[in-house]
């Protein structure tokens, strides 16, 4: 069963998450949504457990606990919410409850350094998109069709 969750996490949550956090506009929108549906299905699985093997943290835990970590930092850095307590109540107090955990809290990054990488990797990505809009590409010299497939794959 870990290896589901391991494989959801890489296949289903991260990549509407991930675009969510480096896009704008329609396309952050409808990442937005995709992360929501998917999130509800952790919210289902948790239903009130204190971690998804319940009383311990096990491997799924430690899978989906970078992102207890980075999305709080991501609605702060785009301003938009995505995990509140009214909607994802379990999703919500697991995420305290990893971050909490004396295994986990003593070895987390500092936020404020990791703070400034992830605005920063936002900020190259909007102005990749941006580069890409006006259609040539500085770092590859290429435009149009063909240098959207190439960085977009």
């Not at 995420?95 to 070895?107: E, T």
């Amino acid at each position: 069963m870990a290896r589901f969750w391991a494989r959801f996490l890489k296949d289903k949550l991260s990549p509407p998450i991930w675009k969510w956090f480096t896009a704008q506009g329609q396309e952050q929108e409808d990442a937005h949504q995709a992360a929501v549906e998917q999130l509800l299905v952790l919210e289902k699985e948790l239903d009130g457990k204190r971690f998804f093997a319940g009383e311990k943290i096990g491997f799924v835990d430690l899978s989906f606990g970078p992102l207890s970590y980075v999305i709080p930092m991501y609605q702060e850095i785009i301003g938009v919410k995505m995990i509140t307590e009214d909607k994802f109540p379990s999703l919500s107090a697991w995420m305290a409850n990893f971050l909490s955990s004396p295994v986990v809290k003593d070895h987390l990054p500092p936020l404020d350094k990791l703070r400034l990488r992830l605005q920063a990797i936002r900020e190259a990505f909007l102005n990749d998109r941006v580069k890409r809009a006006k259609g040539r590409c500085t770092e590859c010299q290429t435009q149009g069709a063909l240098q959207a497939s190439i960085h977009d794959n």
